[in-house]
C-alpha cells in the first residue's frame, strides 16, 4: 500500500509547476501553405522553439523542436489546442498530414491548434535517427541466446551511434518532454493550453498535467497510456483475442469456419514451440516457432488490418501454411526498423513499479501470449544499452486533477486497454470515456461521431459515457481461395461471369464466407494489371449492390471509373463514400477535383 505521505506528495506534484530555467524568447511565425496527404489545402504557420537539453541545466546543449499551428476561425478563441504524437517516436508534424488534419480542421472552430514534433522525434534536432533495423538472425529463433545476444548488441550499437552526435540520452525522457510543452506554452503567450494526445501522447499528456496542471484548459487522451502503465499487462494480450473470438462466434456465417480462434492459436503455439518451422522468404531461411508469432501478435495487435485478419492467418498456420506469416516476421520483428532511439529511452526512463512488474510476472505463464506485449524492454541487455535513468515512483504515482478530461479507447485495441483508461480516469472526477468499438489502436478516422464527441467536449457541452458503433468485418480463412476464383474467371469470361459468380457467392446457402475484402481484394488483383480493368468495375458494381456501406469499395470503384474516363460515374462514387464517411478525406478531394472545386 502506498504512504499518505507520497500519496500527498503525488497530490501536491498536480498542481505545482516548476518554473522553467529560462522565459523562451517570442516564437517566430513563418507562413505557409499547407497540403495534407489527401491533397487538401489550408493556410499555417511554423515556427522553432530551442529548449535546454536538461531543463535543470539552462546552460548546456540545446534542443530545437518544430511547430506548425493553425490559426483558429473563431473571432474569441479559447486557449490553443496542442496535439501530442504517440510511438513514441512518432512525429506530430506528419500526423498533420494525415489522419489528425480533418479533425484540426474542425477544432479551429473553438481555437489554434498546435502541433510539434517532441525531442528526438520527427525534424527536431539534434536527430536520435537510428540506421537499419533489429538485425535478429533470420536462421534461430527469437527465443534463443544467441537472438538475446544479439538484440543487447544491437541496442549497444545503436546507443553508441546516437551518443556519438554527442547526444544525452538519459536526458530523452517524458519529464523532460513535459517541460518542453511547457516552454512551449510560455512562449504561445497562453495562460492555458488544451491537450489533445494519443498513445505514449497520452503518458506525456498526463505529465504535463502532473507537471504543470494549473496550465491546462481541457484534455483529450485516446489509446490511453498512464504515468504507470509503459509496461503492458500478459493478460490484456488474453483478453484481445478472447473479444476478436467473441466477435466471430457472433457472426453466423464465419463461426462455422473458425469455431474457436483462441483454442485454433493454442494449438498453432504448442505446435511450434514443439517444431518451429522454416519458410524460404526472398532466398533466405526464416525459422519461425511459437514465440515469433506470439510477438507479431503482440507488436501487432494494435492494427485493425492485422486484427481483421486473425481469423485468416490462424486457419493458415493451423493447416502448416506457414508462409502466411513469414514475411511478416521478417519485416515486423526481426527486421523491424529502429527508427529513433527516442522511442526507447522514454520508455525505459518511464519504468514500471515494482507491484506491476509483479504482477506482469504473475500473469505470463497463464498467457496465450506470454510476456510478448513487453519485447523488448523486458530483456535486461536492451534495457541496460541505453544508460538511462529511471524516474521512480513519484513520477508513475497516482494522478488526480480536477481538469476536465475526455478518454478515449478501441475496444479491439492490443496496445492500450480499456481497463487501464478506467484505471486513469478514476483520479479525474470531471471526466468522460468513450469506448469505440470495432477499432483498434488508430481510431480518429473510423466514423466522424469520434470528431463530433471530440468538438461538444471542446466547447463545454455535456459529454457521457458511451459507447460509439463501428462495424467490424473480418478476413475469412477462405478469403485467398475466393479472390483466386473471382479473378481467374474475370480473366476466362470477363467481368459481367466474374460479377455473376460474386453473387452466387453471397446466396443463400452458399459455402465459405464472403466479405467485402474478398471483393476488394480480387478488384485491386485485376487494376493492378490495368487500372482502367473493365472487369474489374463490372466485379466492383455488383460489390457495392453487395456491401453498399463499404466505402472502401465505393473509393475502388471510383478510382478506376476515373482511369476508365467515367468522370460522372467516379464522382458518384467517390460521394457515396465521403456520404458514408466524412473522414475520408482521399475521397472527398477526388470528388471535389471531378466537380471543378478547389479541395
Known sequence: MLSRAFLLAATIAVTASPPLAAQPAPLQWTPISFTSAAGERTEAETAWITVPERHANPGGPRVRLPLLRFRSRNPNPGPPIVYLAGGPGSSALSAATGIAFPIAMQMRDVADVVFFDQRGTGTAEPSLAITGTFELPLDVLVSSPEAREAVGARARRAAAEVRARGVDLAAYNTVESADDLEAIRAALGAGRITLWGHSYGSHLALAYVRRHGGHVHRMIVGGVNGPGQRWRYPGDGQALLQRVDSAVRADPRLSPLVPDLVGTTRRVLARLDAEPARVRVDSQTVVIGGDE???????????????????????????????????????????????????????????????????????????????AINFPFSDPGFQAAWGVRDLGEAFRGPLRSPVPALFMSGRYDGRTSIDDAEEVRSGFPNSAHVVIDGVAHDFYGATPAIRDVMMRFLRGEPVRDTMIPVPLEFHGPDEPVLVGELQRVAREQGGAAAAGRLREMAGPGAPGYLSSYVVDGAAAGLLRADSASAAAIELLRAGVELFPRQPALHVRLGAALRAAGDRTGAADAYRRAVALNPMLRFAAVQLARLEGREP
Not at 323 to 343: D, F, S
Open 293 to 371: 508469432v506470439r510477438l507479431l501478435i503482440a507488436l501487432s495487435g494494435g492494427e485493425l488490418d492485422f486484427i481483421t485478419r486473425l481469423p485468416m492467418l490462424m486457419a493458415a498456420l493451423d493447416a502448416g501454411r506457414y508462409e502466411a506469416i513469414a514475411g511478416g516476421v521478417v519485416a515486423g520483428l526481426k527486421q523491424r526498423p529502429l527508427r529513433t532511439a527516442m522511442t526507447y529511452t522514454m520508455h525505459l526512463a518511464s519504468g514500471v513499479s515494482p507491484e506491476r512488474l509483479r504482477r506482469i510476472r504473475a500473469q505470463v505463464p497463464g498467457a496465450l501470449l506470454g510476456d
